[in-house]
C-alpha cells in the first residue's frame, strides 16, 4: 500500500514537473471606436470620413506564444499572431510564395501579378521559433524589426493608428514619398541574435534573404535585409540605437535601397515620462532598364521608379505622458524635413513635415480602457498648397 502511495506520489510529482517545463499563452487586442479622418489638400479640395472600425487606436490582434525548458539552461519558443482586419476589410495577405518583386519586409502593398493566399481579414504577424541560453537568444521566422524595437523605447503613442505622430505615418503609405516612419515593423526570414543583458546593454542583429524568381526563371527578384539595435534598461530611464537596411534587386540588376538609423528612449520621473524619437535615412533607386511585366518592381518603390531617383528625410519626435489616477495624458510633436530628387540629375524638392498628436486613455481595469484621441499631420511644400490631415476618434479596447 505504501509502494503505491509512494508510485503514485512519484507519478504526480513527475507530471507537475512535466506541466512546469512548458507553457502556452494565448493572448490578443480587441478594439472598437468611432473616428473622423479629414484630409486638405489646400486647393480647395477636403474629403471627410467618419466610422466606426475596428482597429481604431490599437491594431486588433490574436496570438499564441509558447516556451517549453529543454534542461541545461536552454529553452525553446515559439510564436504566431495574427492581425484581425477592422470593419470587415480583407488585410494583409499571407503570400503562398513570394511573388515577383515583393520586398522581404512583406509590405502591405504587393504587385498585382502576385499570386497570394488570402486568409479572410486575418494578416501574419509573427510566426517565429527559437531558442536561448546562457548565450542569449536565436529566433528565425517573421518577427516584429530590431529598429522597430528601438522606436517603440521612445514611442509615447504605444504605436497607435491615429494621425499625428511619426510611427503611423508610413513612407509605404504616402504617395507622395513624404512619409515619415522609415522603418519597416516586420519582416519575413529573419534570423536574429539578441545577447543576454550584462549591466542594462544588449545588442541584437537580423539578416534575411529572399528569392522570387519568375515562372520562366529568367528573371531573379531578390531581397536582402539587415538590422540591428543596442539598448541599454537601468531604472527609469530606456534607450536604444537602431539600423535598418534593405535592398531589392530586379532582374539581378536594378536595384532599390532603403537605410534607415533610428535614435529613441524615454526617462521615468515618475509624476511624468518623457520620450524622444530620431528617425533619419534614405531611399534610393537605381532602376532604368525595368521594361517588361516579368520584371515589375515592388509598388512601394513607387515615389521613386526613376533611375537615380532618392528621398531624405530627418524626422525629431518629443513625447510627454502624464499618469493622474486611471487616466494617462499624452501628447506629441514632430517637426522634419525631406528632400526629393525624381532622377539622378533632377533638382531637389524640399518639403517640411510637422505633427502632433493629444491622447487620453482611462482604465476601466487592468485590461480595458476608453480612449479619445485628436492628431494632425502636414507637408508643406515650398511652393503650392500643403496637405494636411486630421484625425480625431473615440473607442474602448480590451486586451486578454
Same mark, same amino acid.
Given at each position: 500500500?505504501?509502494?503505491?502511495?509512494?508510485?503514485?506520489?512519484?507519478?504526480?510529482?513527475?507530471?507537475?514537473?512535466? #506541466?512546469?517545463?512548458?507553457?502556452?499563452?494565448?493572448?490578443?487586442?480587441?478594439?472598437?471606436?468611432?473616428?473622423?479622418?479629414?484630409?486638405?489638400?489646400? =486647393?480647395?479640395?477636403?474629403? +471627410?470620413?467618419?466610422?466606426?472600425?475596428?482597429?481604431?487606436?490599437?491594431?486588433?490582434?490574436?496570438?499564441?506564444?509558447?516556451?517549453?525548458?529543454?534542461?541545461?539552461?536552454?529553452?525553446?519558443?515559439? !510564436?504566431?499572431?495574427?492581425?484581425?482586419?477592422?470593419?470587415?476589410?480583407?488585410?494583409?495577405?499571407?503570400?503562398?510564395?513570394?511573388?515577383?518583386?515583393?520586398?522581404?519586409? !512583406?509590405?502591405?502593398?504587393?504587385?498585382?501579378? @502576385?499570386?497570394? #493566399?488570402?486568409?479572410?481579414?486575418?494578416?501574419?504577424?509573427? $510566426?517565429?521559433?527559437?531558442?536561448?541560453?546562457?548565450?542569449?537568444?536565436?529566433?528565425?521566422?517573421?518577427?516584429?524589426?530590431?529598429?522597430?524595437?528601438?522606436?517603440?523605447?521612445?514611442?509615447?503613442?504605444?504605436?497607435?493608428?491615429?494621425?499625428?505622430?511619426?510611427?503611423?505615418? =508610413?513612407?509605404?503609405?504616402?504617395?507622395?514619398?513624404?512619409? +515619415? !516612419?522609415?522603418?519597416?515593423?516586420?519582416?519575413?526570414?529573419?534570423?536574429?541574435?539578441? @545577447?543576454?543583458?550584462?549591466?542594462?546593454?544588449?545588442?541584437?542583429?537580423?539578416?534575411?534573404?529572399?528569392?522570387? /524568381? =519568375?515562372?520562366?526563371?529568367?528573371?531573379?527578384?531578390?531581397?536582402?535585409?539587415?538590422?540591428?539595435?543596442?539598448?541599454?534598461?537601468?531604472? /527609469?530611464?530606456?534607450?536604444?540605437?537602431?539600423?535598418?537596411?534593405?535592398?531589392?534587386?530586379?532582374?539581378?540588376?536594378? $536595384?532599390?535601397?532603403?537605410?534607415?538609423?533610428?535614435?529613441?528612449?524615454?526617462?521615468?520621473?515618475?509624476?511624468?515620462?518623457?520620450?524622444?524619437?530620431? #528617425?533619419?535615412?534614405?531611399?534610393?533607386? *537605381?532602376?532604368?532598364?525595368?521594361?517588361?511585366?516579368?520584371?515589375?518592381?515592388?509598388?512601394?518603390?513607387?515615389?521613386?521608379?526613376?533611375?537615380?531617383?532618392?528621398?531624405?528625410?530627418?524626422?525629431?519626435?518629443?513625447?510627454?505622458?502624464? /499618469?493622474?489616477?486611471?487616466?494617462?495624458?499624452?501628447?506629441?510633436?514632430?517637426?522634419?524635413?525631406?528632400?526629393?530628387?525624381?532622377?539622378?540629375?533632377?533638382?531637389?524638392?524640399?518639403?517640411?513635415?510637422?505633427?502632433?498628436?493629444?491622447?487620453?486613455?482611462?482604465?476601466?481595469?487592468?485590461?480595458?480602457?476608453?480612449?479619445?484621441?485628436?492628431?494632425?499631420?502636414?507637408? @508643406? /511644400?515650398?511652393?503650392?498648397?500643403?496637405?494636411?490631415?486630421? *484625425?480625431?476618434?473615440?473607442?474602448?479596447?480590451?486586451?486578454?
Amino acid at each position: 500500500m505504501k509502494k503505491s502511495l509512494l508510485a503514485l506520489a512519484a507519478m504526480g510529482a513527475f507530471a507537475g514537473t512535466a #506541466q512546469a517545463q512548458s507553457s502556452v499563452t494565448v493572448y490578443g487586442v480587441l478594439d472598437l471606436g468611432l473616428s473622423n479622418v479629414t484630409n486638405d489638400n489646400g =486647393t480647395n479640395t477636403t474629403s +471627410t470620413r467618419t466610422t466606426a472600425e475596428g482597429g481604431a487606436y490599437t491594431t486588433q490582434r490574436l496570438g499564441v506564444m509558447g516556451k517549453e525548458d529543454l534542461g541545461k539552461g536552454l529553452s525553446a519558443s515559439f !510564436n504566431f499572431e495574427m492581425g484581425l482586419g477592422g470593419n470587415g476589410a480583407v488585410g494583409n495577405k499571407l503570400r503562398a510564395a513570394a511573388p515577383t518583386g515583393t520586398t522581404v519586409a !512583406n509590405s502591405a502593398t504587393v504587385p498585382s501579378t @502576385s499570386t497570394d #493566399q488570402t486568409l479572410g481579414d486575418l494578416v501574419v504577424r509573427q $510566426q517565429n521559433i527559437g531558442l536561448a541560453g546562457s548565450f542569449g537568444s536565436v529566433r528565425i521566422g517573421r518577427m516584429t524589426s530590431l529598429a522597430d524595437v528601438v522606436i517603440g523605447l521612445g514611442d509615447v503613442g504605444g504605436g497607435n493608428n491615429f494621425a499625428g505622430r511619426v510611427y503611423s505615418n =508610413t513612407a509605404a503609405t504616402s504617395a507622395s514619398g513624404n512619409g +515619415t !516612419n522609415l522603418i519597416s515593423a516586420r519582416s519575413d526570414r529573419l534570423i536574429e541574435y539578441v @545577447s543576454p543583458t550584462m549591466s542594462g546593454i544588449s545588442v541584437g542583429v537580423q539578416y534575411g534573404t529572399a528569392s522570387a /524568381p =519568375t515562372s520562366a526563371r529568367t528573371v531573379d527578384n531578390s531581397a536582402v535585409e539587415f538590422g540591428a539595435m543596442v539598448r541599454y534598461s537601468a531604472g /527609469p530611464l530606456n534607450v536604444g540605437v537602431g539600423l535598418q537596411n534593405h535592398k531589392d534587386t530586379i532582374a539581378s540588376v536594378d $536595384q532599390r535601397e532603403s537605410t534607415a538609423f533610428v535614435v529613441a528612449g524615454s526617462y521615468d520621473f515618475k509624476v511624468a515620462q518623457a520620450f524622444v524619437n530620431y #528617425q533619419g535615412g534614405e531611399v534610393k533607386n *537605381d532602376y532604368g532598364t525595368v521594361t517588361t511585366a516579368s520584371q515589375t518592381q515592388p509598388t512601394t518603390s513607387a515615389p521613386y521608379a526613376t533611375a537615380g531617383a532618392s528621398n531624405k528625410r530627418s524626422i525629431s519626435e518629443i513625447g510627454v505622458a502624464v /499618469p493622474v489616477g486611471a487616466l494617462r495624458l499624452a501628447a506629441s510633436f514632430y517637426i522634419g524635413a525631406s528632400e526629393a530628387k525624381t532622377s539622378e540629375a533632377g533638382a531637389v524638392t524640399k518639403t517640411d513635415l510637422t505633427g502632433y498628436q493629444a491622447a487620453a486613455l482611462y482604465s476601466l481595469s487592468k485590461r480595458t480602457n476608453l480612449y479619445a484621441v485628436y492628431g494632425t499631420t502636414k507637408a @508643406s /511644400p515650398p511652393t503650392g498648397a500643403a496637405t494636411t490631415v486630421g *484625425d480625431m476618434g473615440v473607442g474602448v479596447r480590451h486586451s486578454f
